[in-house]
């Protein structure tokens, strides 16, 4: 499946879970249902805290991990939280910041387990006498390290 067909099935996921835009009386028959489809909307709690901001940042992570695009991002903000597309950029730059900061933070970890598979790959290699697969994993190897340019 493509990416703009996995994209487009997510926000079709996302967008049938939107029952209505009208928000009920507070009080009245349907609100217990409209609140229970809309549990981070600023209707439901009034000014918005650390808490509520953290929940609609890691929501945001989700549907940008997801691939949805801004467009439909900040459609479904809109609707189920009742923000503004300022207020929008502001949790989507939270969001984008958290996912930096998980990248930069795994980045080590996730270098020294492909070089710890092209070590495996090298010795494989040469135990088999394949010496040129054995020179390209050495040179992916010292490629992932930074130590193949000459200083």
């Known amino acids: ?74 459609r479904i903000c809109s609707e189920q939280w009742g923000v503004s597309s300022r207020r929008y950029d502001t949790i989507h730059a939270m969001a984008v910041k958290r996912m930096r900061e998980q990248f930069d933070a795994q980045r080590a970890d996730f270098v020294a387990e492909k070089l710890g598979q092209l070590e495996d790959i090298y010795r494989r290699a040469y135990e088999c006498g394949q010496l040129s697969a054995a020179v390209g994993a050495l040179k992916m190897a010292l490629r992932v390290a930074g130590a193949d340019t000459p200083s």
């Open 1 to 74: 499946m493509s990416p703009k067909h996995r994209s487009t099935a997510a926000a079709a996921a996302i967008t049938t879970s939107i029952k209505a835009s009208t928000i009920p009386a507070m009080g009245s028959t349907s609100w217990d249902q409209w609140a229970c489809d809309h549990p981070l909307h600023k209707a439901i709690h009034g000014q918005g805290n650390a808490a509520l901001t953290e929940q609609r940042v890691n929501q945001l992570v989700s549907w940008i991990c997801q691939g949805l695009p801004r467009f439909q991002r900040l």
